[in-house]
DNA sequence: TTTTTTTTTGACCTTACATCA
DNA sequence: GTTGATGTAAGGTCAAAAAAA
């Protein structure tokens, strides 16, 4: 039985580092992958299979190119509008069927073993999703190059590292997309706050005014001052306060608003 | 332990865009 | 400059598998 989750899972944060720096159609004739070559015998368990694999993959950079990119590799390339994929009409689910057989296949798994189940959706092991996150950190796009070496290192189709990191592109940007919104809803929170604290601030004052005597023994209940070049309005000189968040009333209250909110949160976009 | 629900993720489709001959 | 072929990014979707309840 192959259960092999672990928590790969995408993680994002508020302040992380920009550290990020795509055939001819599935041949599916072509059904020796290179893991097959490699081990050949027919009757292997699929786990003896994935833990010579693991083995051999010790040490290799999945961003060189190896020595040889073999001819069938090169033409196994595909674009997901690659002229069969999208043309030929191809039903979704022979299609799928077809690539099972092959994935199993370059996993080390016999037909004859898989018999009738042989629809089984791939799951890559935690090796290969290891390496490819890896290989995600350096870069999230990948040549054709990189690519099909990232796939030959890990026994994969081109095909299927590319659907990967089209996956893992959208997945990181979906959930930067969350996080982004959820800073958005907490400022957004603080300006409600702090708007309510100044209106009320303001009809103290006003109220204030209408009784001069005491208006004037009142020292100011808010110490502003204000930048000459940026004509923002920065902290008083005793302020200890810092950021949005809601303070007492009679202290100063300020916000120091950078031009690109993101700035010093957020990774910077592109 | 079994069943149901939710989440994860591999794969695909479509559209838009860029590049090249 | 135009056109067709090709490749990729991005957004959306489906569904199998795994995890959680």
Redesign the pocket.
């Known amino acids: 039985m192959?259960?092999e989750?672990e928590d790969?899972?995408l993680s994002l944060s508020l302040s992380f580092p920009e550290n990020n720096k795509?055939s001819s159609p599935?041949n599916l004739m072509h059904k020796n992958s290179w893991t097959d070559s490699l081990f050949p015998s027919s009757d292997r368990s699929s786990e003896t299979c994935r833990v010579e694999t693991r083995t051999f993959l010790k040490g290799i950079d999945v961003n060189r190119l190896p020595e040889t990119a073999d001819a069938d590799e090169e033409a196994g390339?595909s674009?997901?509008?690659?002229?069969i994929?999208?043309v030929s009409g191809?039903k979704?689910s022979e299609?799928?069927a077809n690539?099972c057989e092959e994935?199993e296949t370059s996993r080390g798994i016999s037909d004859e073993e898989d018999g009738e189940t042989s629809?089984?959706?791939?799951?890559?092991s935690k090796d290969q999703?290891a390496i490819l996150e890896e290989s995600f950190k350096e870069h999230n796009?990948l040549n054709?190059k990189q690519?099909l070496a990232l796939a030959k290192s890990l026994g994969l189709r081109p095909?299927?590292v590319e659907?990967?990191?089209?996956?893992r592109?959208?997945?990181t940007?979906l959930k930067q997309t969350e996080v982004d919104c959820e800073f958005l809803k907490r400022w957004y929170e603080n300006l409600t706050e702090e708007n309510r604290r100044l209106h009320k601030e303001v009809q103290e004052l006003r109220a204030l005014k209408l009784s001069p005597q005491l208006y004037m023994q009142m020292t100011p209940p808010t110490t502003l001052t204000m930048c000459p070049s940026c004509e923002r309005v920065g902290p008083p000189p005793n302020s200890s306060s810092s950021g949005p968040t809601p303070t007492p009333m009679g202290q100063a209250q300020t916000r120091p608003m950078p031009f690109n909110i993101w700035a010093n949160t957020l990774h910077p976009r592109s």
Do not use: C, I
């Not at 674009?79 to 002229?83: D, I, R």
């Not at 659907?163 to 996956?167: D, G, K």
């Open positions: 192959m259960v989750k790969l899972g795509k599935f390339v674009s997901p509008n690659s002229t994929s999208s191809n979704r299609r799928e690539n994935n629809k089984k959706k791939l799951r890559l999703s796009t054709p690519k095909r299927q659907v990967w990191f089209q996956n592109r959208a997945r940007k």
